[in-house]
């Protein structure tokens, strides 16, 4: 693989591939620390690996869930560990730079927690081919389905977070905090753009992303998808006041243009 572009800020990362490319669209997976969920996704989603290959991006791990033997076993395309500081933006940032050198077209995101439903896989794929430019899963435009959603997530988003990044980009989102969504290559490799930045550590660009390609007169759609949440249990990294009030403060800087580059 040719090396990296020098302005691109990436952390410290190794690559372990399993395969050649095999497909002109990946699906990215963040993960840190899963376990049973991403090994039951995996399986999952190995049906789909005739339209996209799989790369996992992981922060780190410690619970030994992302074997050699499973991956393979699961027909995953590559592993990238990050090696640097950072969280979700870091990694999204590492698998970005990765997909692009790779030569991907399109590059798909879902969250490693099993909370989504990946046939709708296809579906993004479809989209790209179209010509959009980032396409938005959302469990709440006809044709999605919201299962269990714990009633404070449900209103967070509904009445707070979509409507403000709505406001912001210009274009009326639903799902603003789904992590299901996909992304074009002229889309990542925009000059008004610039994803790889290091100030992009933390949920900074999930949201970046939204509100930059409508103000940048892309193409931008939403497409239904099912995400579901555990009864009496909800995966995921943002926790308590603390976690919410963080999420909301990196909104406003969002918002604001403070990442514009």
């Given at each position: ?14 690559v ?9 669209f ?5 993960v ?6 991403i090994?039951d ?31 393979m ?23 970005f730079?990765?997909a692009?050198?790779?030569g991907?077209e399109?590059?798909?995101t879902?969250?490693?927690?099993g909370?989504?439903d ?13 010509g959009y ?5 959302s469990?709440?435009?006809k044709?999605?389905?919201a299962v269990n ?15 403000l ?9 639903t799902?603003?905090?789904?992590g299901?969504?996909a992304?074009?290559?002229r889309y990542l490799?925009?000059p ?17 992303l939204n ?7 892309l193409r ?15 995966p995921?990294?943002i926790?308590g006041?603390?976690?919410n009030?963080a999420m ?7 918002m ?6």
């Amino acid at each position: 693989m040719k090396p990296y572009p020098k302005n691109w800020d990436l952390p410290k990362f190794t690559v372990t591939s399993f395969k050649k490319k095999q497909t002109a669209f990946c699906v990215c997976i963040p993960v840190i620390n899963e376990g049973k969920k991403i090994q039951d996704q995996l399986k999952r989603m190995k049906a789909y690996t005739k339209y996209a290959d799989i790369i996992i991006a992981d922060g780190g791990s410690t619970d030994g869930s992302l074997t050699r033997e499973i991956l393979m076993q699961n027909n995953v395309k590559a592993l990238l560990i990050k090696e640097s500081p950072g969280k979700q933006g870091t990694q999204l940032r590492m698998a970005f730079a990765y997909a692009l050198q790779e030569g991907y077209e399109g590059i798909i995101t879902v969250d490693g927690n099993g909370k989504d439903d990946i046939a709708a896989i296809p579906a993004f794929i479809a989209a790209l081919k179209k010509g959009y430019d980032f396409v938005q899963g959302s469990r709440f435009i006809k044709g999605g389905k919201a299962v269990n959603t714990p009633t404070s997530r449900y209103f967070g988003i509904r009445l707070l977070h979509a409507p403000l990044l709505s406001l912001a980009s210009h274009f009326w989102y639903t799902d603003t905090t789904n992590g299901f969504r996909a992304l074009s290559k002229r889309y990542l490799l925009h000059p008004q753009l610039l994803p790889f930045r290091k100030i992009f550590i933390g949920y900074e660009l999930l949201f970046y992303l939204n509100i930059r390609a409508p103000q940048l007169k892309l193409r931008v759609t939403e497409i239904p998808v099912t995400r579901s949440y555990p009864k009496g249990e909800i995966p995921t990294k943002i926790h308590g006041m603390r976690g919410n009030l963080a999420m909301m403060r990196t909104l406003l800087q969002v918002m604001r243009g403070k990442y514009n580059p």
